[in-house]
């Protein structure tokens, strides 16, 4: 046996933690002002789900290139579903603002 079930069970935890932290900086990325900050990490994931494709565009089939594609771009796909809802709650709160300041 080349890994312990120890080893494998804290590898699978020690991802899970670096896969929190990425949602979580994501999350305080998406809420600074300059929108395109929020963006940096679904397009940098996006571009390392895409190597892999790259890789296989000579040999198989397009369905294996079209699932390697998806599977390889999930985390893009979390990604930006973080950064659209934040998104939107900024702007919603941005014209509740606008509201208050023009009912004074």
Do not use: H
Request: charged share 15%; glycine share 6%.
């Amino acid at each position: 046996m080349l890994f312990s079930d120890g080893l494998i069970i804290f590898m699978l935890c020690f991802l899970l933690a670096v896969m929190i932290g990425i949602c979580v900086l994501e999350w305080f990325l998406s809420k600074k002002e300059p929108w395109w900050l929020g963006l940096l990490l679904p397009v940098l994931f996006f571009l390392m789900g895409t190597i892999p494709v790259l890789n296989l565009i000579a040999g198989p089939s397009v369905g294996q290139v079209l699932l390697t594609f998806f599977l390889g771009n999930v985390p893009t796909w979390i990604l930006l579903s973080i950064y659209v809802v934040n998104r939107q709650k900024l702007k919603k709160n941005r014209e509740l603002e606008e509201m208050k300041i023009k009912d004074l």
